[in-house]
């Protein structure tokens, strides 16, 4: 039997990258309309793909031409005429998703079934999966690394989930030094190239970041947006276990602290709480869509529930 996500046993570190975990398509196609109804009611005006194709709206009626699908065959209309005609539709919006990813030091945390980036992977995979569907295409703009930002163009069907897993499968480096501005400046980089409205998914825990909400705000009135904050139950409290030293993956920086002082654990609760109520709020500010993920959650589920 598995451990209990709360128990001592569930709450270990994971002893290396345990990857999303399972992820069934029926799950991820559940998700598919509530996307959807994001994006229509977000977006303005008309964006449609090119030509005709599969969708819901009529684009025309034609005649009937041999191997053209029977249940396409509209009864009033060759009726009317006499003759077998056919309906062509206007196909469903092409829709170009945007991924900002956070690959900086503190995700690579995790206590409870995963670290926080197999649940950042994750996310990341379901929202490509759906975005590409109906000729839409993925971009990523990853943010975090040791090399600055990086980012993918926007690529339709299997180019863009390749290059989606590649950048993935490189995973979060642990150790090292993050930037403060890592994710303003990823989404100062959407903003330009972002050009046509789509879809920008923000999967980070917005840790130690700083000046997003401007750019997250300029995005919104062009985007539809979902903001995507992943968090580990350790991180909003502090066990007892004596004297520890601490080393800060964003910063580098030696902390050492006796976790047994109960003002202390008190104090680290509280300011913990401050920081993600006040994530909350900024997003709750801009009308951002906000969902909470957690390592010791099944995750897909819980996306499915809050998206």
């Known amino acids: 039997m598995a451990p209990q996500p709360n128990s001592p046993a569930a709450l270990r570190p994971p002893d290396a ?77 092409a829709l170009t998703t945007w991924i900002v990813l956070d690959l900086s030091p503190s995700m690579a945390f995790g206590t409870a079934r995963r670290l926080k980036a197999d649940v950042a992977e994750g996310a990341a995979l379901v929202f490509a999966r759906l975005g590409l569907r109906r000729a839409g295409s993925v971009g990523v703009i990853a943010f975090g690394a040791p090399d600055g930002l990086r980012v993918l163009p926007p690529r339709g069907s299997k180019p863009g989930m390749i290059a989606l897993r590649k950048l993935l499968a490189e995973g979060v480096v642990p150790d090292g030094h993050g930037d403060t501005s890592g994710l303003g400046a990823a989404l100062g980089r959407a903003l330009r190239l972002a050009t046509q409205p789509g879809l920008l998914v923000v999967i980070s825990d917005f840790r130690d970041q700083h000046e997003w909400v401007r750019g997250l705000g300029a995005l919104h009135l062009r985007h539809a947006l979902v903001a995507i904050e992943v968090s580990d139950p350790r991180e909003s409290e502090l066990p007892a276990l004596g004297r520890l030293a601490l080393v800060d993956p964003e910063t580098g920086d030696l902390i050492q602290v006796n976790s047994s002082s109960r003002r202390i654990r008190e104090r680290f609760a509280a300011l913990e709480l401050e920081r993600r109520n006040l994530v909350a709020a900024e997003l709750r500010r801009l009308g951002v869509r906000h969902v909470q993920l957690a390592t010791d959650q099944d995750w897909l589920v819980e996306l499915g529930r809050r998206i």
Not at 62 to 82: C, K, Q, W
């Open 17 to 93: 990258r345990q990857g999303p975990g399972p992820m069934p398509g029926a799950l991820i196609e559940a998700i598919d309309p509530a996307v959807n109804r994001l994006v229509s009611r977000t977006l303005p005006g008309s964006r449609r793909a090119t030509g005709v194709g599969f969708g819901t709206e009529l684009a025309q009626l034609r005649p009937y031409e041999p191997g053209d699908d029977v249940r396409h065959i509209d009864a009033a209309g060759s009726a009317r005429t006499g003759t077998l005609h056919v309906r062509v539709h206007v196909p469903e919006r």
